[in-house]
């Protein structure tokens, strides 16, 4: 079975801090997301990779950068988290069709 | 106007209840489409493909009209483990390439 395995479960971090969060897939898998959902608003892609070293911006990539340096590892960051970044945030890798989601990391930035 | 479009719900239903979500899509270049299923904070994942012949697994019947630009999903004789939110997603292409999730619809089913 493909695994997606995000670094946390839940985040508590302060307004300004730098916040970076991890995730990893075993399956080799080309193309990798990042989303966050929310209440309302579903889910909404910030970042994507279909390859290492190259990223595209999703619908709402204001305020997070983003990592690909090997395959398996897609890494999102908040330069300087703000308390509208709370969230839960979800990682997804894809290989043709199907995404394969990450058991999500709840974020709080209090 | 949102490139998915689902129902909002909530939907409420016995058990043993037969419903139907249905979700629309803007962008005629769409190629694939799935339903995902969410239960509660837990991660989305993969609950069928939609094929534009329409397919069957067990209770779920997924369809695709691509004239009108929806897909649907029916679920027969609800169990209450059929209880969780159902995502719509859209492809636009089946390589690199973003995927577009409906806000989901939520389903209870009670006893």
């Known amino acids: 079975d493909v695994k997606v395995t995000q670094s946390s479960r839940y985040l508590v971090k302060r307004t300004g801090e730098k916040v970076f969060l991890e995730c990893v897939q075993d399956m080799d898998h080309e193309n990798m997301f990042w989303y966050r959902q929310d209440p309302g608003l579903g889910l909404r892609l910030i970042y994507f990779?279909?390859?290492?070293?190259?990223?595209e911006k999703g619908d709402i990539p204001e305020g997070y950068s983003v990592s690909r340096e090997k395959k398996e590892r897609f890494s999102l960051i908040l330069e300087s988290a703000s308390t509208n970044q709370t969230s839960m945030y979800l990682c997804?890798?894809?290989?043709?069709?199907?995404?394969?989601f990450g058991q999500g990391t709840r974020l709080t930035v209090v | 106007r949102k490139e998915v479009e689902q129902d909002p719900g909530p939907f409420n239903v016995p058990e043993g209840a037969t419903v139907a979500f249905n979700c629309t899509y803007s962008?005629?270049?769409?190629?694939?489409f799935f339903w995902y299923r969410q239960d509660c904070r837990k991660e989305p994942k993969l609950l069928m493909s939609?094929?534009?012949s329409g397919n069957e697994d067990g209770r779920f019947t997924a369809q695709l009209n691509r004239a009108s630009q929806y897909i649907s999903l029916l679920i027969r004789d609800s169990k209450l483990s059929d209880s969780a939110t159902y995502l719509c997603v859209v492809f636009r292409n089946t390589n690199a390439g973003k995927s577009t999730f409906g806000d989901g619809t939520t389903l209870t089913v009670k006893p």
């Open positions: 990779s279909y390859d290492v070293k190259m990223k």
């Open positions: 962008n005629s270049a769409s190629q694939s």
């Open positions: 939609v094929y534009s």
């Open positions: 997804a890798s894809r290989l043709d069709t199907e995404a394969f």
